[in-house]
């Protein structure tokens, strides 16, 4: 099972429920693109939160200097991302991937974070409860 967490903006607790997902399914755990943070990412705060010795935090495909929209950051490391470029870990294992900002956060002039969305993913959305926000789809 792939499952990709994504949230309805930053902050609003996505690396949390990805840490609870990746623990309870001994899944392995992927963020393809960090934007800033690069010494205390997300990836290393899963590795700090989980306790099992099943999951394999796979590394960045794209790992930014700041703390920004991916298409910002990376616009000042001198790149552009490129979605095809992305490619996602090899594992016989459960899948967690977690996106970074919200669903239609731009990676470049073309494409968002939905577009790193696969076909076979299951999508949870990470929300702030409060009023105005739907719970039914």
């Not at 840490?19 to 963020?31: F, G, N, P, V």
């Not at 990412?41 to 999951?55: A, C, E, Q």
């Not at 979605?83 to 594992?91: A, G, L, Q, R």
Request: overall charge neutral; glycine content about 6%; cysteine-free.
């Amino acid at each position: 099972m792939k499952l990709f967490i994504t949230g309805i903006g930053t902050d609003v607790g996505k690396t949390i429920a990805s840490a609870i997902i990746t623990e309870a399914l001994q899944a392995d755990y992927w963020k393809p693109i960090q934007a800033g943070d690069l010494n205390q990412s997300d990836s290393h705060k899963i590795s700090n939160y989980i306790s099992n010795t099943k999951t394999i935090v796979h590394p960045n495909g794209y790992a930014l200097n700041t703390p920004a929209s991916p298409h910002f950051a990376a616009s000042l490391d001198n790149l552009v991302i490129d979605v095809k470029k992305i490619k996602e870990p090899k594992t016989q294992n459960h899948l967690v991937v977690e996106g970074a900002g919200g669903i239609l956060v731009p990676l470049n002039d073309k494409n968002t974070i939905a577009d790193l969305i696969q076909p076979d993913y299951k999508v949870i959305v990470v929300s702030r409860h409060y009023l105005g926000v739907s719970t039914t789809p």
